[in-house]
Structure formats: C-alpha cells, structure tokens
T-cell receptor
Framework: QKEVEQNSGPLSVPEGAIASLNCTYS??????FFWYRQYSGKSPELIMFIYSNGDKEDGRFTAQLNKASQYVSLLIRDSQPSDSATYLCAATRFNKFYFGSGTKLNVKP | GAVVSQHPSWVICKSGTSVKIECRSLDFQATTMFWYRQFPKQSLMLMAT?????????EQGVEKDKFLINHASLTLSTLTVTSAHPEDSSFYICSARGGGPYNEQFFGPGTRLTVL
C-alpha cells in the first residue's frame, strides 16, 4: 500500500466549475499535508498546506483535512484553463515526506 | 515563498561523461535537501535525502556510486551523475526544506539531462 494515494485522472471540468481533487494517506501519524501543482515540463510549486482538521482557504483554493478518515482534498473554485496541471498531494511525518503520484486536471474552455 | 535555484537548467552530454547539477537555497538555510528524478509522464521519484555536513541517504535501488551527492553548506547541494548513459536521461529536480514553518519542501526549477 502506498503512503499517499491519488486518482491519476485525468479529471476534466469545464471552465468556471469547481474542481475537487482527493488524496488519502495510510499513516495515521502524518502531521502535515501539502498540495503542489506541476505544469508539464516544470517542477512542482507549493499551493497550500494544512495540518489541522477542517478547511483552509486561500483565494480560489480550499484545502480540506479529515484525519479520522485520513483524507485530504483540494477544491479549486472558478476553475480556469491555466489551472490545468498535475496536482500532487504530500504528507509528512517527522522528517519523511511522501508524495502521491498526482492527479491530472484538465479545465476545458 | 522560499526560492530554490538549480543550475544548469538543461544539459546535453556524451555517454560516459559526468555531469554536475547544483541546487541552491537563495534566501534561507536548507537543513535538508532532496533529489528527485522524473521520467516523462511519470511521478516524482525520490533519489536521496541529504543533510548538511553528513552523507546522503539513498532510496532503495539508487546507486550511490553513480549519483554522488554533496551537501557542503546550508545553501548548496550538488548531484553528480557519473559515467552517464542514455538511460540516465531524465528531469532531475532538487528541493529544500528549512524555509518554512511547517517543514514544507520548496522545489528548484529542475535540470533536464540528455545523454547521447
């Protein structure tokens, strides 16, 4: 079992819709969770992190964490074609950092 | 956010030669640096973790004699691909930790290596 699991997609949403990206993790001791965006041919870019149960909002992005269900999600409101990328979820425990394999998001104009 | 640079951004070399890639944290001291490799349309693969002043910890299956990592200071780590072969052609990305309060990793822009 992988430490962090993501559906590879692609997830296709129309422009202006809400994109919902999901991630599960296996280690209940995981402490912090991160969402990275990676455009094709580029390196990952940190979008958000969350470490407490509940929601955390930053502009069009909302990260949600449910530690009981070991579930992390990223909502992107008013999706734009420029949001089309692969989104990587990561979990940390002490000094170990575990990445999911990423979900490819396509936002269609 | 914290800034990490990599040099060179791309390199083409002949088979059998060695290539050195530098990773620098520009505005923070990186307690830990990571080296990843990514093949086209595949996910990140962690190669090794390095802490300043100590030997790197390599992931299973990564040859430490082929991928030499030096973390000489809190702002610089280098990866040397020795005796490169075409199968080593890949996108190499470093990241650094220490610039944020939650142990987040900040990635460099990556180095695209092509071995002819």
């Amino acid at each position: 079992q992988k430490e962090v699991e993501q559906n590879s997609g692609p997830l296709s949403v129309p422009e202006g819709a809400i994109a919902s990206l999901n991630c599960t993790y296996s280690d209940r001791g995981s402490q912090s969770f991160f969402w990275y965006r990676q455009y094709s041919g580029k390196s990952p870019e940190l979008i958000m992190f969350i470490y407490s149960n509940g929601d955390k909002e930053d502009g069009r992005f909302t990260a949600q964490l449910n530690k009981a269900s070991q579930y992390v999600s990223l909502l992107i409101r008013d999706s734009q074609p420029s949001d089309s990328a692969t989104y990587l979820c990561a979990a940390t425990r002490f000094n170990k950092f575990y990445f999911g394999s990423g979900t490819k998001l396509n936002v269609k104009p | 956010g914290a800034v990490v640079s990599q040099h060179p951004s791309w390199v083409i070399c002949k088979s059998g030669t060695s290539v050195k890639i530098e990773c620098r944290s520009l505005d923070f001291q990186a307690t830990t640096m990571f080296w990843y490799r990514q093949f086209p349309k595949q996910s990140l693969m962690l190669m090794a973790t390095s802490n300043e002043g100590s030997k790197a910890t390599y992931e299973q299956g990564v040859e430490k004699d082929k991928f030499l990592i030096n973390h000489a200071s809190l702002t610089l780590s280098t990866l040397t691909v020795t005796s490169a072969h075409p199968e080593d052609s890949s996108f190499y990305i470093c990241s650094a930790r220490g610039g944020g309060p939650y142990n987040e990793q900040f990635f460099g822009p990556g180095t695209r290596l092509t071995v002819l």
